[in-house]
């Protein structure tokens, strides 16, 4: 069933407040259904399809917007000739879902558990980064009211922290320094390399043939992927409406997907989605 228009800008709020703090690489719909679960309060169950769609629907804007910010942009007579939109605007969520006691008082309980336990230059599992990522999303009126600086707090100055050298053990220091460092870093760089996404979003999946003759013959792809490669080719071929580039004007190959000659970026997310398929089915 579709979602009431009031519900469904509530939701898009906790929603975009989510996935603006998450790892778009590691994030999967089920992890942000649960954060929103949290934030209302109440059982969305019964409305598990529409939110599933509407979270794919977030997903999709923000991940084509992560892959714009990251292109250059041309510069001609001192001026941009990026027209493209602007990354969503994340609203902040009321102040009535962070209004709890327990949640207040766990909030400082959390942050000296965090820097008890984490060591340097190590990095949080993906899945406490998206359990803080939730739990920041409920309470960022909060911190964003606890931000304001006072006056004259910037002009306060700290000082400087004096080190002493150890008497000739600096070069061994040193040296052992710059070993522990390379131990620490290598895992991670090697971790990096090593990673592939399979799961959640980044599931692949296979193509209606129609989709599949506009990307050039790709088979399965993930969503995220197959969003890229549409809007990679839109790019290629001009066909945003230069008078408002949220109209993609259709050729032959994006007639044969979106079945009309002009479609809003947002409707695009949706029919996309029943252009996917799971391998299994």
Request: proline share 7%.
């Amino acid at each position: 069933m579709d979602l009431p228009d009031d519900v469904q800008a509530s939701y898009i709020k906790i929603i975009d407040s989510i996935l603006a703090i998450s790892d778009l690489n590691t994030i999967s719909e089920k992890r942000i259904r649960r954060g929103l679960q949290d934030a209302v309060g109440y059982d969305i169950t019964p409305q598990k399809a529409a939110i599933k769609t509407l979270i794919m629907q977030r997903f999709d804007i923000f991940a084509e917007q992560s892959e714009k910010q990251a292109e250059p942009t041309p510069i001609v007579n001192g001026h941009s000739t990026n027209s493209r939109l602007a990354a969503p605007t994340v609203e902040p969520i009321s102040p009535a879902l962070s209004t709890s006691p327990q949640k207040r008082s766990a909030e400082p309980e959390s942050v000296s558990d965090s820097s008890d336990k984490l060591p340097p230059k190590k990095k949080r599992k993906s899945d406490l980064v998206d359990a803080d990522a939730i739990f920041a999303a409920k309470l960022q009126a909060e911190e964003n009211l606890r931000a304001r600086p006072t006056r004259g707090a910037n002009s306060r100055k700290t000082a400087p922290v004096k080190k002493k050298k150890p008497a000739g053990k600096s070069k061994t220091s040193k040296k052992v320094k710059a070993e522990d460092d390379s131990d620490l870093d290598e895992p991670d760089s090697e971790s990096k390399k090593e990673v592939t996404r399979t799961g959640g979003f980044h599931k692949p999946l296979t193509l209606s043939p129609t989709l599949s003759a506009l990307l050039g013959g790709e088979l399965s792809l993930s969503r995220p992927q197959t969003v890229k490669k549409v809007w990679q080719y839109i790019r290629e071929n001009d066909l945003q409406d230069p008078a408002d580039r949220r109209q993609i004007r259709c050729d032959d190959l994006m007639r044969a997907v979106f079945k009309q000659d002009r479609i809003h970026m947002f409707t695009m997310t949706k029919i996309l989605n029943q252009n996917l398929y799971n391998p299994d089915e």
